[in-house]
């Protein structure tokens, strides 16, 4: 690769405005960018007026040396370099100046985004895009995106993974918070039942393993029972948490993201994740020094990166949405985190209470997954039997294992495993992964994020399929059900530890080895090889060392 230089940047950077310039490619932002714009456009305009000059003069240069020396006459001439070089030395417009240098990341402020560049809506002398009111629209670059609090933060919820060696660092934090930030903690109630948390264990009862680690927790268990009367503790299904939250931290591994996801089917609070757990490629934090690390988030300086999901309902055969919803209740198929949604939930007339559930984005009987939506054939023998609708057209039909239906964040999950494409979290799209298809032409495909997917099962099935949401509420799709994805509204801001490009590279490279390899070695290096004449026998070559420069 090609690496460009300041200037090569600025060329190409000047000529890309040039071309938009050429065309009359007009900003629909705000004032301020029209303001700049029209600057940028008075700039452009001088300076293509500057080259004039300087090519006209360059030319008259050139008439008058040729005529000179045509008739003999003596002097010096002017040289068209001559004259370039002294326009150079002139003082630009300040557009190259200082503030436009490249950044770290070596790019040009102007194409600093992660968004893709905004197409030319004007096609040869006749053809342009119909303008409608649906083409009204403002994307902000994820780039931008950075954590701000309008109210200072009071209450964090801290969900640590089920480990006896995340209690230190769990108490350590939740200690911090309540008597440094003066924070209201809120934690589920089952670490209130940890016996390693508890000091009216019957230790007689238990193993001597148990009984040996029990003893080496006591200074952990006796700062943690100063503080348990300061908490206030939650039961998933139970308790509902929607505005009740204004942070969460979350100790753990991708699993403990997963949950805290789970638990909050609208808005998310702000997640920061530390890595504590096995793979973490969702938990960019350290513990080693997580004061300063939390006292920047919550003072506001922090990047976040909005992991989308997905939105899925199970649409049952010949039933209303609301009778579906009902009829999941009683077959006890409801998912777990739905018990609290119905005790807000007036099914008579559809309407939400003062901490209803209704997102507003879907029937009450949907869930949100970060990760991804897996059916499979569960454990019939059959070959899965599957049909895929995109926006209501039949796209076509799954024969094999089953489906994977991912977010961009779920890329790197199962279906990552299944053969699909890694995708950064920022990216608007819908994974579509086959699991051990029976067709040897049946490849993963990206859909945009816009679109509704209904998967069903085919009428010609032999076996019904599974279907579960980030691995959890296993449950059955019969003939005639169907399962519809979208994209949900409602992401999952994650904070990162450095920026969403950064995160995201360093995270492949340390949690899945991405594109691990021996270096191979300079062509110097095996310049005795090449060179060896055809009387070198393979005994020379076995003793030949080769050393690194």
């Known amino acids: 690769m090609t690496c460009l230089s300041d200037i090569d940047l600025a060329t190409l950077h000047q000529h890309r405005l040039e071309e938009i310039f050429s065309y009359k490619l007009a900003w629909s932002g705000t004032g301020h960018q029209q303001t700049q714009y029209n600057d940028l456009l008075m700039r452009h305009n001088a300076s293509l007026k500057r080259q004039r000059i300087i090519q006209h003069t360059a030319n008259t240069a050139s008439t008058r040396a040729k005529d000179q020396a045509s008739t003999g006459e003596t002097g010096v001439a002017t040289s068209p370099g001559n004259f370039l070089a002294k326009s150079q030395e002139e003082p630009d417009d300040g557009y190259f100046d200082s503030t436009t240098r490249r950044s770290r990341s070596g790019t040009w402020p102007r194409t600093r985004s992660l968004n893709a560049p905004s197409p030319f809506q004007h096609f040869g002398p006749c053809g342009r895009i119909m303008k ?48 440094e930030k003066h924070m209201v903690v809120w934690v589920e109630s089952a670490v209130l039942e940890d016996k390693l948390l508890r000091d009216d264990v019957k230790l007689e009862q238990e193993s001597s393993k148990f009984q040996k680690v029990h003893g080496q927790y006591a200074g952990v268990r006796a700062r943690f029972l100063a503080l348990r009367e300061k908490l206030v503790t939650f039961k998933d299904g139970r308790d509902d948490l929607t505005d009740r939250i204004d942070f969460i931290v979350c100790l753990g591994g991708d699993g403990t993201l997963l949950y805290a996801s789970q638990l909050f089917q609208q808005s998310v609070p702000p997640v920061m994740a530390f890595y504590l757990g096995s793979l973490g490629f969702l938990t960019p934090f350290q513990c080693d020094n997580f004061q300063e690390q939390v006292t920047n988030v919550l003072e506001g300086h922090a990047a976040l990166t909005l992991r989308s999901r997905l939105r899925c309902s199970i649409h049952r055969k010949g039933e209303r949405r609301k009778e579906s919803l009902l009829h999941s209740v009683g077959g006890n198929l409801l998912i777990p985190n739905f018990h609290r949604q119905l005790n807000y939930v007036e099914l008579n007339n559809g309407q939400t209470g003062k901490a209803g559930c209704n997102n507003n984005n879907g029937p009450n009987n949907s869930i949100l997954v970060l990760n991804e939506v897996v059916i499979n054939r569960g454990p019939s023998p059959y070959l899965s039997n599957i049909d895929i609708f995109l926006d209501g057209k039949y796209i076509t039909s799954v024969q094999g294992d089953g489906l994977i239906v991912s977010t961009p964040t779920g890329s790197t999950a199962y279906a990552a495993a299944a053969g699909a494409s890694m995708i950064h979290p920022s990216v608007p799209a819908i994974l579509v992964t086959p699991i051990c298809p029976h067709s040897l032409s049946f490849r993963p495909i990206v859909v945009p994020a816009g679109v509704e997917l209904k998967i069903s099962i085919s009428p010609d099935s032999r076996n019904t399929s599974r279907v579960s949401f980030d691995g959890r509420n296993d449950q059955e799709l019969n003939h005639g059900d169907s399962l519809r994805v979208t994209t949900s509204i409602y992401p999952v801001p994650s904070i990162c530890s450095q920026d969403q490009i950064s995160d995201w590279f360093d995270s492949l490279a340390e949690g899945l080895h991405w594109n691990v390899r021996k270096r191979q070695k300079c062509l110097d290096e095996l310049s005795d090889l090449t060179a060896s004449g055809s009387e070198d026998t393979l005994d020379d070559f076995d003793n030949l060392q080769i050393y690194d420069a």
Do not use: C, G, H
């Open 132 to 179: 409608n009111s649906a083409m009204v629209m403002q994307i902000q670059d994820p780039a931008s995106q950075r954590l701000t609090w309008y109210k200072p933060p009071l209450t964090v919820l801290v969900i640590k993974k089920k480990d006896s060696q995340v209690l230190p660092p769990f108490v350590q934090l939740v200690e911090w918070l309540v008597q």
